[in-house]
C-alpha cells in the first residue's frame, strides 16, 4: 500500500500500514516506477543521482508568477486548519516571500505542489512543537532535552563537506540505541537540521543529497518501521528537494525497517532511491560512485558514531546566531547554553560552562570595582551583564524543569554577589 503520494493531512498522524512495505514489494514498486516513468523523467532522475546539473533558469518574472499562482492554490486547499491558526497568530511570517520561495524551489516551481507542501508543512509543525511556535523560527531553545541530546549526538547532521557538485549531504544514522529515543524527538531534531540548511539558496536550487544510514546488527522492528515511516514523510513536507537518497545497511536486519520508509515516499523521490548493502568499507566505495567522499562521514565504532568536537562547536555557534537574530528572546527553555550564566549555589550551575566564563568575567574586572565609588560599581556590573547579553548569554533560573530568563535587575544583583565573593574568598586567603 504506497501512500507517499496521497494529498491527505495526516502527515505524522496517520498509521503505518500493514500491507505493502515488505522488502520485495517495495523493490517491486520502485522497478513499476521506473517503467512507467517517462524518457524525461527517468533522465531527471538518472543527473540528480548522479549530480549532474540540473537547474532551472529562475527569473524574477518566474518567480513573481508563481508565488502568485502558489498563494491561490494555497488559499483553495479546503482543510488547512494548522496553516490558518498559524495565519491568525502571525500573517507576515506566513506570508513571507523567502519562506514560500524555498516551497516553490523544493518542488521546482511547480505551484499545485509548492502549495499542497506549504499548508502539510504546517500540520506536521503543529504536530511536533504545538500551537503556539506555529507562528516562529524553531531554534535550539526551542527543543527539549531529548531533542537537545538526539542533536548532540551526531546521528542526522549535514556533512561539513558537500558531495562532488557542491550540493549539501544530510546523513542520518539508526542504531538500537535511537530507535529507544521518542519518536517525536527524533522527529523534532531532523525538523530544526533540515530548517537551518534550508535558508542556503543553494541548497535549495540544488537539493540534497540524504543518506539513511541503519549501523548494527539489533533492531526493534516495529518501532524502527514506524519512526523510518515518518521520517520519511516529515521529509516530503519541509522545504528540501530531495535529489538522491541512499539507503544503507550491513545487517539484513535493517532492511524491512528501511523499505517501510521507502514505502512512504512518493514517485518522484522512489525514483532516487538506491539501496546499498554490504560492510562499510564496501558501501563508501559504492557512494563514491555517486560523488559522496567517505572520508566526510563521522567515524563509527560498530553501531555508535564517535564523538565529533567539530560538530559541537558548530551547533553552538548556530545557537548564538539564533539568539542574536532573534527579535524577541524566548520566556522559558529546556536547555540552557553555553553563554548563559545559571542562578543556584548547586554543583551543576557553577559548573556549567557559561558560569565559569562569567566568573572570569568578574575577576578580570574585581580590581576596578573594589576602587568604584557606589554609583559606579552598579554601571560596572551592569556592564558585566550587558556582556553576558551580547554574547547571547541569559541570565536564567530554574523553575520546575525549565529554565526561566530573570530581568536585568536580579541580574545585576546576581554581578554584585559575584564580587562580594570574590572579595570574601580572596580576604580569607590572605589570613
Known amino acids: 500500500m504506497f501512500r507517499g503520494g496521497q494529498d491527505n493531512f495526516d502527515v505524522l498522524a496517520g498509521p503505518v500500514p500493514n500491507e505493502g512495505t515488505k522488502p520485495e514489494d517495495v523493490e517491486t514498486q520502485i522497478a513499476s516506477d521506473l517503467a512507467q516513468a517517462s524518457p524525461g523523467d527517468r533522465e531527471r532522475a538518472y543527473f540528480d543521482l548522479h549530480g549532474i546539473p540540473n537547474v532551472w533558469s529562475e527569473t524574477p518574472q518566474l518567480i513573481q508568477q508563481n508565488l502568485e499562482r502558489m498563494d491561490q492554490k494555497v488559499q483553495g486547499i479546503r482543510y488547512k486548519v494548522a496553516f490558518e491558526m498559524a495565519e491568525a497568530q502571525s500573517s507576515r511570517y506566513v ?129 524502527g ?53 554490504g560492510p562499510q568499507h564496501e558501501v563508501a566505495t559504492k557512494l563514491r560512485g555517486f560523488g559522496i567522499a567517505p572520508s566526510t562521514f563521522p567515524a563509527a565504532h560498530g553501531e555508535r558514531l564517535l564523538e565529533d568536537p567539530n560538530y559541537r562547536v558548530r551547533l553552538r555557534n548556530q545557537r548564538k546566531v539564533e539568539r542574536l537574530s532573534q527579535s524577541a528572546r524566548r520566556n522559558a527553555i529546556h536547555i540552557p547554553s553555553d553563554y548563559d550564566v545559571l542562578l543556584g549555589k548547586g554543583f551543576s550551575a557553577q559548573n556549567h560552562f557559561g558560569n565559569k566564563e562569567f566568573r572570569q568575567l568578574v575577576v578580570s574586572r574585581q580590581s576596578v570595582y573594589d576602587s568604584a565609588e557606589k554609583g559606579s560599581k552598579l554601571q560596572i556590573a551592569q556592564g558585566i551583564v550587558d556582556i553576558v547579553h551580547q554574547s547571547s548569554g541569559m541570565f536564567l533560573k530554574q523553575e520546575d524543569k525549565l529554565w526561566i530568563p530573570v530581568d536585568n535587575s536580579v541580574a545585576r544583583t546576581k554581578v554584585s554577589a559575584a564580587f562580594r565573593t570574590l572579595r570574601l574568598d580572596k580576604k580569607a586567603k590572605d589570613k
Open 225 to 277: 518501521s514506524e519512526i523510518a515511516w515518518k521520517m520519511a514523510k516529515l521529509a516530503q513536507v519541509l522545504p528540501m528537494r530531495l535529489a538522491a537518497i541512499h539507503v544503507c545497511y550491513e545487517s539484513l536486519v535493517w532492511k524491512p525497517i528501511l523499505s517501510t520508509g521507502i514505502a512512504s515516499f512518493d514517485t518522484f523521490c522512489r525514483l532516487r532511491v538506491r539501496t546499498h548493502h
Open 95 to 223: 506570508r513571507d516571500r523567502e519562506l514560500r520561495l524555498t516551497f516553490l524551489r523544493a518542488d521546482m516551481f511547480d505551484a499545485n505542489k509548492a502549495a499542497l507542501r506549504f499548508a502539510r508543512f504546517f500540520q506536521a509543525k503543529l504536530d511536533l512543537f504545538g500551537q503556539e511556535k506555529l507562528a516562529l523560527n524553531i531554534t535550539q531553545d526551542d527543543l527539549d532535552h531529548d531533542d537537545m541530546m538526539l542533536l548532540n549526538s551526531g546521528y542526522g547532521r549535514f556533512l561539513e563537506q558537500p558531495d562532488q557538485t557542491g550540493r549539501p549531504v544530510a546523513v542520518l544514522f539508526f542504531n538500537e540505541e535511537q530507535l529507544n529515543f521518542n519518536i517525536i524527538s527524533l522527529l523534532r531534531q531532523v525538523y530544526y537540521s533540515i530548517m537551518i540548511a534550508s535558508k542556503n539558496v543553494e541548497f535549495q536550487r540544488g537539493g540534497v543529497v540524504a543518506i539513511v544510514y541503519g549501523l548494527g546488527d539489533s533492531a526493534n522492528c516495529d518501532k
